[in-house]
C-alpha cells in the first residue's frame, strides 16, 4: 500500500513537499516514482529514484525544481517541489517498480495521490 501526503494550496514561486509511506512490501527492492494527472491530460511521468536512492531522474519541466529523495529505514519516498508554477497543479501520487529499464520502469503498484493547487 502507497499512502501520499503534504499536497495542498500553494502560490506560485513557492514550496510543497509530498511524502509517501509504503506499507507491504520490502520497500528497498522497489524504484519509486511520483506522477501527476491533471483535469483533461494525461497521467505524466514526474520523476523516479533508485531503489537504494543512489540515481533519479526527472520530467524535464521539473527539472531543477523538484527533487525526490527517500528513507529506506521508514519507508518512505519524497518530492520536495520548490519554485512552484501554476502548471503544476494535479493531482500527485507515487508508484513502485520492481522491474524495468531504467528510468522506464514498470511500476506494481500506486497510491491514491494528493491534491497540489499552485495560485498564480
Known sequence: QLVESGG???QAGGSLRLSCRAS????RSYAMGWFRHAPGREREFVGVISSNGGLAYYLESVRGRFTISRDNAKNMVFLQMDRLKPE???LYFCAAALSGNWPLMRYDYWGQGTQVTVSS
Open 8 to 10: 495542498g494550496l500553494a
Open 24 to 27: 507491504g512490501l520490502t520497500f
Open 88 to 90: 503544476d497543479t494535479a
